[in-house]
């Protein structure tokens, strides 16, 4: 790969960076909005409904894909039609089976969890839409090969946007649960319209195994991966739905969604983009670790305030708004989720880098080893004190996360705590006055002037110490030097 091309790789890394993270940040502000008024108008039991069954739907994804995905990402050579059109039938033939037999079993699974009739419903809307989904994987692929996630970024918007608006306008008429159904519906087609257009692709049927087995070396370590992720996380939400009352599970949803936030704002672009482009740059280890510098600076630099804006303004809010006073009893798992979430924010990138390296074995032990702690400890915690030891659990489980710095250490020269030292500084000099005006915050109009201060607070900080660090990924052309 000669220097060009590394740079344009690299120009391409914070341009996909900066593309996906302004996408979440739209649709953060717009699902926060969403989000809030759902769970004004809508009930924690709605919500438990909601999690689990989205939750069974995600166990059995899992189960639509064999990695061979994530194995065309992470090709060197481009992949040929053949090598397309193979995994886009195996998977809409996995996708089939798996829709076919959740239907077969639907009178099970509305006994096992006390299911009525609107949460039948919404169990076969979000197959509809987990099968339309499977229709976007291919154009997306060929966008996330090209680095192109400017264009992948509108396509998600539009789904997104449409999915919170039906959903929100359905719970304000009351249709309760039903109001998840639709809204996933109306998102799984608008997406699939809205990424065939962006990323035009002639879907094919045949299936070829010659590339099938090419790609299946990489593929099954790294579905491994995401099947223990699955056991991990979905397969305990459905555990845990079989032990706690609706409520509670709605009360962990809840903490888990919002606890996390920050982290799914910022975390989702980054591996969605790090992962083709460590991939592209696994052969020039003094790049790639400058890479993953930056990528630490940039985490730390909009993970840390975003979780103490999240930390201080929760208690506020349940405070100044009434009918948000249903969701208290959950606060103090919300805390432990959002403490959690910073140790995952560094962890994640390192976890990704090593699976663009070609570590996935390496991987699948991490992973392993997370699954077992979580199905130790959770529930273990959860009956000893209820739904609170399942945030507990999972702050204890987050903290591992320095096993993944320690392991890419082997294999690339990169530092860690250099790169967070200064957006941690800024971000405890900005809560200060934050902590102070939230605690005198009124209304809804304080608290938004109390939000605005702090952000200008750390936008100065930021200015005059961090902006030769910031300034030169702000314009459209710029050079890294390794």
Do not use: C
């Not at 999915?163 to 249709?175: D, G, H, Q």
């Amino acid at each position: 790969m000669i220097e060009d091309e590394i740079v344009t790789i690299k120009g391409k890394i914070i341009s996909g960076v900066v593309a996906l993270s302004t996408r979440n940040i739209l649709l953060n502000i717009f699902s926060f909005a969403a989000n809030f008024l759902l769970t004004i108008v809508l009930t924690p039991a709605i919500f438990g409904v909601f999690f689990i069954v989205s939750a069974v739907i995600s166990f059995l994804s899992y189960f639509s894909d064999v990695g061979l995905a994530a194995a065309l990402i992470q090709k060197k050579q481009e992949p040929s039609r053949k090598e397309l059109v193979s995994v886009f039938t195996l998977q809409e033939l996995l996708v089939i089976t798996i829709v076919g037999i959740v239907f077969f079993l639907s009178p099970l699974l509305s006994h096992i969890y006390k299911l009525s009739s609107e949460g039948m419903f919404l169990l076969y809307a979000l197959l509809i839409s987990f099968f339309l989904s499977s229709l976007k994987t291919i154009p997306s692929l060929i966008l996330e090969r090209k680095l192109d996630f400017a264009l992948l970024a509108v396509s998600q918007i539009v789904e997104t946007v449409a999915y919170y608006i039906v959903t929100v306008i359905l719970a304000f008429m009351n249709f309760g649960i039903a109001s998840f159904a639709w809204g996933a519906i109306v998102r799984g087609i608008v997406g699939v319209i809205a990424i065939y257009y962006i990323s035009p692709w002639r879907p094919g049927v045949g299936l070829s195994l010659e590339p099938i087995k090419e790609l299946i070396s990489f593929g099954i370590p790294f579905q491994t991966n995401s099947f223990l992720a699955l056991i991990k996380d979905d397969l305990m939400t459905l555990f845990l739905g079989s032990i706690l009352p609706a409520f509670q599970v709605g009360y962990v949803g809840w903490a888990k969604k919002w606890g996390e936030s920050a982290l799914r704002a910022i975390i989702d672009s980054v591996i969605r983009v790090t992962f083709p482009a460590y991939s592209r740059l696994q052969n020039h280890k003094e790049v790639l670790g400058k890479a993953l510098e930056k990528t630490i600076f940039f985490l730390a630099f909009f993970i840390f305030p975003a979780t103490v804006v999240l930390v201080f303004s929760m208690q506020t809010l349940i405070r100044i708004i009434p009918k948000y006073s249903k969701w208290e009893p959950a606060v103090f798992a919300f805390y432990l989720f959002a403490a959690g979430s910073i140790f995952a924010a560094f962890s994640s990138p390192l976890v990704n880098a090593l699976n663009a390296l070609g570590k996935i074995k390496t991987t699948l032990v991490l992973m392993v080893m997370w699954t077992v702690l979580t199905w130790a400890l959770v529930p273990l915690f959860t009956f000893k004190i209820g739904y609170n030891g399942v945030a507990l659990a999972a702050l204890l489980i987050s903290s591992t996360g320095f096993i993944p710095v320690v392991i890419m250490r082997r294999y690339i020269a990169f530092k860690v705590w250099e790169p967070m030292q200064k957006p941690l500084i800024a971000t405890i000099l900005m809560s200060l006055p934050l902590y102070i005006l939230i605690q005198h915050a009124a209304s809804i109009y304080i608290f938004a002037l109390a939000m605005v201060l702090s952000g200008l607070v750390y936008l100065a900080l930021s200015w005059f110490w961090m902006r030769d660090q910031i300034l030169p990924y702000i314009p459209k052309s710029f050079k890294i030097k390794p």
